[in-house]
């Protein structure tokens, strides 16, 4: 059964950069994912597509400060340069067998 | 321009029906997914159930199942989600968003469900 496992907290400092990490089950390194932000009392957006071999497309108007990467089952969102606006939860998000799946969530704090 | 616009804000008592809405517009409605996303307070995204607006085959989560109806009208491009006796457990912010294997692109505002007594 496939799962989606993320930390459920991080932060980092203004104007640094943060990796945000989503890992799939054994036996799913294949699967591609979603990245969704959801800023405090806000809906969630969709940031990017991330594929097994770390190549992404990104939603609209998304700064190019948002990136993603692969290696194995392990799917990574990075934020470079981060601002404010950037503290918020961070989900990834796949489809499996005819159902999307959420990964729990991390809060990035942004010191 | 892809939206999802949701129907407003509802204040329900428990043991009422309810259904709540979702338009899609900019893109062909029938060519994509539309799932539902419930979100109780201070807590993460859960998946309750997807449609298929072409020939309206729909799945719901295992937690969902029986406790909520998800149709659509492909003509006015609306999906709908519906509850036949709502709990105060209901209480969340409910958000239609497009499905595009594998991913969920576009999303609804939200719709907040309230029910008490």
């Known amino acids: 059964q496939l799962v989606l496992t993320q930390s459920p907290s991080a932060s980092a400092s203004l104007g640094a950069s943060v990796k945000l990490t989503c890992t799939l089950t054994?036996?799913?390194?294949?699967?591609?994912i979603a990245w969704h932000q959801q800023q405090p009392e806000k809906g969630p957006r969709f940031l990017m597509r991330l594929n097994s071999d770390g190549s992404h497309n990104k939603g609209d108007g998304i700064p190019d400060r948002f990136s993603g990467s692969s290696s194995g089952a392990e799917r990574f969102l990075t934020i470079s340069s981060l601002q404010s606006e950037d503290e918020a939860d961070y989900y990834c998000q796949t489809w499996d067998t005819g159902i999307p799946l959420f990964g729990g969530g991390t809060k990035l704090t942004v010191l | 321009e892809v939206q999802l616009v949701q129907s407003g804000s509802e204040v329900k008592k428990p043991g009422e029906s309810l259904k709540i809405s979702c338009k899609g517009s900019g893109y062909p409605f029938t060519t994509n997914w539309i799932a539902w996303v419930r979100q109780m307070p201070g807590k993460g995204l859960e998946w309750v159930g997807t449609?298929?607006?072409?020939?309206?085959?729909?799945r719901y989560s295992p937690s969902f199942q029986g406790q909520v109806t998800i149709s659509a009208d492909k003509s006015i491009s609306t999906a709908y989600l519906q509850w036949s006796s709502l709990k105060a457990s209901d209480t969340a912010i409910y958000y239609c968003?497009?499905?595009?294997?594998?991913?969920?692109?576009?999303w609804g505002q939200g719709t907040l469900v309230t029910v008490s007594s």
């Open positions: 054994s036996g799913h390194s294949s699967y591609a």
């Open positions: 968003v497009r499905g595009i294997i594998p991913c969920l692109d576009y």
């Open positions: 449609i298929y607006p072409a020939d309206s085959d729909t």
